[in-house]
């Protein structure tokens, strides 16, 4: 089954607006941690924003916030003010528990969505 | 400055032959990672290490294999067992536990 799901495989928005990418995960793990990374089509990963299953407050790292809804499940990630250089593959992640040591260190990932930021 | 470094970015290999991948990193972490990447997909992980001489099997190990023997370095080798090598492949670095998970700037493999 699917532990990281991101429905959409493409997103446009215009320059200077807001978008929200979806992720939805599955865990039975109470301890766990999501992860957005940003991959430009030079391919590198580029850590954006982390939330821990027991954070109160839903993470903020300037223009990018997580919106977690853990009774859904879902952990969507919101950029403000969208620019052009936000043009990218956008993938969510998570983090449980790892069985043989109880640390959580191993990720799991999304398909990942292609936004477009347009003029 | 700190980071992670994998060469080379470009690589291409006849089938049958093993290939090995570098992946350095001056950042003083404990764990290291080697992920694959297809075409319109997610990562997968195929191997990583918490510590020196020591690495586990990720989710498609098959084909692959990794040594640990300095905290700087976790070369990847695709072997000719691998039945399709062709991807692009990433290493990262982090700390055992930690909320975080580093990442070079990757190597894509052809075999011809």
Redesign the interface.
């Known amino acids: 089954a699917q532990k990281i799901t991101q429905t959409q495989p493409g997103m446009f928005v215009q320059e200077k607006e807001a978008v929200t990418l979806d992720c939805t995960y599955d865990t039975s793990d109470p301890s766990y941690g999501l992860f957005w990374y940003k991959q430009p089509s030079s391919g590198e990963m580029i850590f954006l924003i982390y939330q821990g299953s027991y954070d109160q407050q839903n993470a903020t790292e300037g223009r990018y916030s997580l919106n977690f809804q853990k009774a859904r499940k879902s952990a969507n990630l919101v950029i403000s003010a969208s620019q052009l250089g936000d043009s990218a593959m956008y993938f969510c992640a998570m983090r449980e528990a790892t069985p043989n040591t109880g640390t959580a260190s191993k990720l799991t990932f999304g398909t990942g969505t292609r936004l477009q930021v347009t003029l | 400055d700190g980071g992670i470094t994998q060469s080379p970015k470009y690589l291409f290999r006849k089938e049958g032959q093993n290939v090995t991948l570098s992946c350095e990193q001056n950042l003083n972490h404990d ?1 290291m ?1 080697w ?1 694959r990447q297809d075409p ?6 195929i191997y ?1 290490s ?1 510590i020196v001489n020591d690495f ?1 099997k ?1 989710d498609i190990a098959e084909g692959y294999s990794v040594s640990r023997e300095k905290k700087e370095s976790f070369p990847l080798t695709v072997t000719s067992a691998q039945k399709n090598p062709t991807a ?1 492949y ?1 290493c ?1 670095s ?1 700390v ?11 190597t ?1 493999l052809t075999v011809l």
């Open positions: 764990a990672y992920y319109g997909q997610g990562l997968r992980l990583y918490q586990q990720g692009f990433l990262a982090g055992w536990g930690g909320s975080e998970q580093f990442f070079g700037p990757g894509r």
